[in-house]
Every structure is written in structure tokens, then in C-alpha cells.
């Protein structure tokens, strides 16, 4: 399934676009969407622990499943305030 | 209520909404931007936000300071886009029955927001240089 993932910080610096679409097996996991994003953009793997992922607005947990259609944002540590 | 603006954020109308004949106390937070990271000069920010995420989570932390203190009511701003040294990144206004209830909750609320508001920002020196920020 195609899958949009949103890109934000330095992430999105790196990668050079707003946002990514990613050919993802159904049934899967956070961890697949960082094994393709590593392999599309390499750089990524440098700092991919500090790396979070969202699914519609809620942060992902490692035994969620990745709903086809929904919106994904690679979250980077946050900085507001 | 919590909003995400890219213009200058009117603390006083902010701070307004939360007043209440039941309330006792509003307490309120104002961040504004540091001119100094340790010894280096900072020309400004710039700060960025998955805005619908955001919203959906700082309404949930909303809920969850509310069940935790017994306030009455609390709304908060965020800016986002250019922000210069001096100029305020954020406010949050709770408003209580009892002070340390209000003070408290503020606490809260704005250690909380830092932590899981997915807001981004990067800093601009005046040397030039720049770099993205974590709060961790």
C-alpha cells in the first residue's frame, strides 16, 4: 500500500520534501516505515533513534498497526515553547 | 482552548478568556525568546508546527490538567514562523478557584506542552550560523 508520511525540522531539511510516499506491506509497523525511510534517504539512520512516529495525529506505539489511508508525520524531538 | 498563530500573540485577550466569577486566581505563563544560548548571541527563532497534531494534543493535555487540578478554566497561544529575541514564543492563562491550584496547573501544562507539542524550533545567531533545537 502507498502510504503519505509528513516530514518536519530537520528531517524535512534533510530529506528535502514536505512529505514522502512510501510503499509500505499491509500490516505494517513504525519500524517499517523507518527501515524504508532509511534506505530511500540514508541520512536518516544517523539520528533515527531520537525519531518518533505519528499516525492521525497520536504518536504510534511499537505493537500499532499502520491503518491504509492514514496520515503519517516522522516527528523529530520536539522544541516548542 | 489552545490556537497556533503566526502573528504576535495579544497576551492580555489570551490571558482574558479565562477569567471566572468562580475563579480566585489566574496564573499565566509567557515564553518569550532568549537573546543568549550560553555565550552565543541569538538573532531570532523560527519556529515550526504539525499544526493539526498539536491542536489535538494540547487539547488532550488540556483535558488532562483538568481532571488533575481544580481549575476552572485555561487556554494557551503558540507562535509560529519568524519569532525575534524579546518577543513571546508562547502563553498559557489558568484560572482556579485557589491560587496553588492555578500555579500549579500552569506548571503543568506548559513543562507538558514542551514535552509533547510537536512545535520544532530553529535558532538563528548572529554569526550566522543556525541549528534545530531539542527540548530534551
Same mark, same amino acid.
Given at each position: 500500500m502507498k502510504i503519505k508520511v509528513l516530514l518536519?525540522?530537520?528531517?524535512?531539511e534533510i530529506v528535502g520534501e514536505e512529505a514522502v510516499t512510501l510503499d509500505l506491506d499491509k500490516?505494517?509497523? &513504525?519500524?517499517?516505515?523507518? &527501515?524504508?525511510?532509511e534506505s530511500l534517504y540514508p541520512e536518516i539512520s544517523n539520528f533515527?533513534?531520537?525519531l518518533k512516529l505519528a499516525m492521525n495525529g497520536r504518536y504510534m506505539t511499537d505493537n500499532d498497526t499502520i491503518i491504509e489511508g492514514a496520515e503519517l508525520a516522522v516527528i523529530p524531538p520536539v522544541s516548542g515553547g | 482552548m489552545f490556537k497556533i498563530v503566526d502573528k504576535k500573540i495579544d497576551?492580555?485577550? *489570551? +490571558?482574558?478568556?479565562?477569567?471566572?466569577?468562580?475563579a480566585g486566581a489566574v496564573s499565566s505563563f509567557i515564553g518569550t525568546v532568549r537573546g543568549f544560548t550560553g555565550d552565543k548571541q541569538v538573532k531570532y527563532l523560527v519556529y515550526e508546527a504539525y499544526r493539526s497534531?498539536? *491542536?489535538?494534543?494540547?487539547?488532550?493535555l488540556w483535558e488532562e490538567v483538568k481532571e488533575k487540578f481544580d481549575i476552572e478554566k485555561i487556554a494557551g497561544a503558540h507562535r509560529v514562523g519568524k519569532v525575534n529575541v524579546?518577543?513571546?514564543?508562547?502563553? +498559557?492563562?489558568?484560572?482556579a478557584a485557589h491560587?496553588?491550584?492555578? +500555579?500549579?496547573?500552569?506548571?503543568?501544562? +506548559?513543562?507538558? *506542552?514542551k514535552k509533547i507539542a510537536p512545535i520544532w524550533k530553529k535558532e538563528f545567531m548572529k554569526d550566522g550560523k543556525s541549528c534545530w533545537i531539542s527540548n530534551n
Amino acid at each position: 500500500m502507498k502510504i503519505k508520511v509528513l516530514l518536519f525540522a530537520h528531517t524535512k531539511e534533510i530529506v528535502g520534501e514536505e512529505a514522502v510516499t512510501l510503499d509500505l506491506d499491509k500490516g505494517g509497523k &513504525e519500524k517499517d516505515v523507518f &527501515e524504508k525511510l532509511e534506505s530511500l534517504y540514508p541520512e536518516i539512520s544517523n539520528f533515527k533513534d531520537s525519531l518518533k512516529l505519528a499516525m492521525n495525529g497520536r504518536y504510534m506505539t511499537d505493537n500499532d498497526t499502520i491503518i491504509e489511508g492514514a496520515e503519517l508525520a516522522v516527528i523529530p524531538p520536539v522544541s516548542g515553547g | 482552548m489552545f490556537k497556533i498563530v503566526d502573528k504576535k500573540i495579544d497576551c492580555e485577550s *489570551l +490571558i482574558d478568556k479565562v477569567y471566572s466569577t468562580k475563579a480566585g486566581a489566574v496564573s499565566s505563563f509567557i515564553g518569550t525568546v532568549r537573546g543568549f544560548t550560553g555565550d552565543k548571541q541569538v538573532k531570532y527563532l523560527v519556529y515550526e508546527a504539525y499544526r493539526s497534531m498539536a *491542536l489535538k494534543q494540547v487539547e488532550k493535555l488540556w483535558e488532562e490538567v483538568k481532571e488533575k487540578f481544580d481549575i476552572e478554566k485555561i487556554a494557551g497561544a503558540h507562535r509560529v514562523g519568524k519569532v525575534n529575541v524579546g518577543e513571546v514564543s508562547v502563553v +498559557i492563562a489558568v484560572s482556579a478557584a485557589h491560587r496553588h491550584a492555578a +500555579i500549579q496547573a500552569c506548571r503543568h501544562a +506548559i513543562d507538558n *506542552l514542551k514535552k509533547i507539542a510537536p512545535i520544532w524550533k530553529k535558532e538563528f545567531m548572529k554569526d550566522g550560523k543556525s541549528c534545530w533545537i531539542s527540548n530534551n
